[in-house]
């Protein structure tokens, strides 16, 4: 079954301590990307990576990393979690960053930061 | 910058009638893309339909349609014969369609759509 799956799906955690949020998809995607949603603003972008070791910031980068070391994987990393960074966590893919490429999201990781 | 605003937070209708989903735009771009996308109570992001700007005829996907003013900028969603799976909330979203995109969705607030029995 074709589908992009995230890791952990629940998380609660504490200022300071670093975590990664995996996330993998099984359709040999080039492009990927991560969104973090709030209550009230909807999705924004975070970073995007467009293949292999190419990786760009999306609109709110700060406070965190990604690599995209393999084509499948492309993990968010929060190395210094503060309690801002709260919220619900999408991983997507698709074949390219064009609006004809449709976009398949992750089922959501939803991190608390104590 | 491109900007989608939904101003309806809220929306409630009978199962079986028909409602529509408001959506308005601010770019000036001229070649570029609209989507609904669904998120009911699982949480799982689910396309709903997209629309080319540069195509005329409204987008439609079974009970699902489209009302897209270019010149308006408005890009509104109708669901006809509304079941009770189509409780969730509604998104709408941008992207630019010229090449070098950056891939990037620019999401409307959301509209939370619930259909009573």
């Known amino acids: 079954e074709a589908q992009v799956t995230q890791n952990p799906r629940y998380l609660i955690t504490v200022t300071g301590k670093k975590l990664t949020v995996t996330c993998s998809q099984n359709?040999?995607?080039?492009?990927m990307s991560w969104y973090r949603q709030d209550p009230g603003l909807g999705l924004r972008q975070i970073y995007y990576?467009?293949?292999?070791?190419?990786?760009d910031k999306g609109d709110v980068p700060e406070g965190y990393k990604v690599s995209r070391k393999e084509k499948r994987n492309f993990p968010l990393i929060l190395e210094s979690p503060s309690p801002n960074q709260t919220s619900l966590y999408f991983c997507?893919?698709?074949?390219?960053?064009?609006?004809?490429?449709?976009?398949?999201f992750g089922p959501g990781t939803r991190l608390t930061v104590l | 910058a491109q900007t989608v605003t939904q101003s309806q937070p809220e929306m409630s209708v009978q199962e079986a009638e028909t409602v529509t989903l408001s959506c308005t735009y601010d770019?000036?771009?001229?070649?570029?893309?609209l989507f609904w996308y669904k998120q009911p109570p699982s949480r799982q992001m689910i396309l709903v339909i997209r629309q080319e700007a540069y195509k005329q005829q409204n987008a439609t996907e079974n009970r699902f349609s489209v009302n897209f003013q270019k010149a308006a900028k408005s890009f509104s969603l109708k669901i006809s014969d509304s079941q009770l799976g189509d409780t969730a909330m509604y998104f709408c979203a941008f992207m630019k369609g010229t090449l070098g995109s950056q891939g990037n969705l620019i999401f409307g607030k959301g509209t939370k759509l619930s259909v009573k029995p």
């Open positions: 770019t000036s771009e001229s070649n570029y893309y």
């Open positions: 359709m040999n995607h080039e492009y």
């Open positions: 990576s467009m293949n292999v070791e190419v990786t």
């Open positions: 997507a893919s698709s074949l390219g960053p064009r609006g004809a490429d449709t976009q398949y």
